[in-house]
């Protein structure tokens, strides 16, 4: 099991970046593939993408491919999600979760990310 916690939203206008961060707690976590998700309002939750356990593998939702990108530092137990060339409809709450394979157990509270037209 490993807790995790998000930051880094914030609001941003269109065509801006953010960073968001997933501090997890636990010596496991190295061993978790990651994965990053968005809820937005009145809309079920959404894949945006994952990261492989040591880093070596990432996979995107066609609609932030290119934009998008995912890193991890595992001596930190910290993943990263780079949001760059924002549009309005990026506009969510966005959830880390850890997991084994593509099944994830372990889920964050959730950090709001607002873009504006």
């Known amino acids: 099991q490993v807790q995790l916690v998000e930051s880094g939203g914030g609001l941003v206008q269109a065509g801006g970046s953010l960073r968001l961060s997933c501090a997890a707690s636990?010596?496991?976590?190295?061993?978790?593939?990651m994965g990053w998700f968005r809820q937005a309002p009145g809309k079920e939750r959404e894949f945006v993408g994952r990261?492989?356990?040591?880093?070596?593998?990432?996979y995107y939702a066609d609609s932030v491919k290119g934009r998008f990108t995912i890193s991890r530092d595992n001596a930190k137990n910290v993943v990263y999600l780079q949001m760059n060339s924002l549009k309005p409809e990026d506009t969510a709450v966005y959830y880390c979760?850890?997991?084994?394979?593509?099944?994830?157990?372990?889920w964050g509270q959730g950090t709001q990310v607002t873009v504006s037209s």
């Open positions: 979760a850890a997991g084994i394979g593509n099944s994830y157990n372990n």
């Open positions: 990261i492989s356990w040591s880093g070596g593998r990432t």
């Open positions: 636990g010596r496991t976590f190295s061993t978790y593939n």
